[in-house]
Nanobody, 124 residues
């Protein structure tokens, strides 16, 4: 049974930073497509940052240069470092994972088999 649990969300002023984490049980992030989506009220869920099975990263244009996706030393932890946060980054953030190494471009929520419950990020 795979379970993903996010943490690290919160409220921050514009220009600040947050680091999200997603700890997995029953799943190994190594060699699989993993990443982060976000969803603001009234908007569709959008892909933010991803890493494929070869370690190649992909970012939405809106977060390039500000967000970094990485895996922790333990193979069951995924991070999203968010710097220079803007009010438009306010959303519920979800980690997502799949058992396949390839990541679709653009990322589609339906592709991912495993999801966390979400963590709220609010930028004012």
């Amino acid at each position: 049974h795979v379970q993903l649990v996010e943490s690290g969300g919160g409220s921050v002023q514009a220009g600040g930073s947050l680091k999200l984490s997603c700890e997995a049980s029953g799943y190994n992030y190594d060699r699989n497509c993993v990443g982060w989506f976000r969803q603001a009220p009234g908007k569709e869920r959008e892909g933010v940052a991803f890493m494929d099975g070869d370690g190649v990263t992909f970012y939405a244009d809106s977060v390039k240069g500000r967000f970094t996706v990485s895996k922790g030393n333990a193979k069951n932890t995924l991070h999203l470092q968010m710097n220079s946060l803007k009010p438009e980054d306010t959303a519920m953030y979800y980690c997502a994972a799949d058992a396949r190494a390839w990541c679709p471009s653009p990322p589609k929520p339906a592709y991912f088999a495993y999801w966390g419950q979400g963590t709220q990020v609010t930028v004012s």
